[in-house]
């Protein structure tokens, strides 16, 4: 099957940067779409940033000029890089891409475990 497994993370005071990255593993064919999603405690899990396999990007307005996402096709890695952190962004992060197996034409969405950012003083 397939695997996400990100790192990173953690507590940071406001203003500050962290980044988490996730790697994926498995029975990989060929990986489209990555991205990162957030769900803050009480909140729907929301889409923070998208990467397509050809690099281009799209982020949720709260997060634009702040965060980046890149990735590593080669590694089958995924990056996201927050500076300027606010309160509002402390959440479980979780990582996302929609992966076709080795073992047929079919693209589903894979999910990691999730990391958490808290942002505080």
């Known amino acids: 099957q397939v695997q996400l497994v990100e790192s990173g993370g953690g507590l940071v005071q406001p203003g500050g940067s962290l980044s988490v990255s996730c790697a994926a593993s498995?029975?990989?064919?060929?990986?489209?779409?990555m991205g990162w999603y957030r769900q803050a405690p009480g909140k729907q899990r929301e889409l923070v940033a998208r990467i397509s396999s050809g690099g281009t990007t799209n982020y949720v307005d709260s997060v634009k000029g702040r965060f980046t996402i890149s990735r590593d096709n080669a590694k089958k890695m995924v990056y996201l890089q927050m500076n300027s952190l606010k309160p509002d962004d402390t959440a479980v992060y979780y990582c996302?891409?929609?992966?076709?197996?080795?073992?047929?034409?079919?693209?589903?969405?894979?999910w990691g475990q999730g990391p958490q950012v808290t942002v505080a003083s």
């Open positions: 996302n891409a929609d992966v076709q197996t080795i073992w047929g034409t079919s693209v589903s969405g894979y």
């Open positions: 498995g029975s990989i064919f060929r990986i489209y779409g």
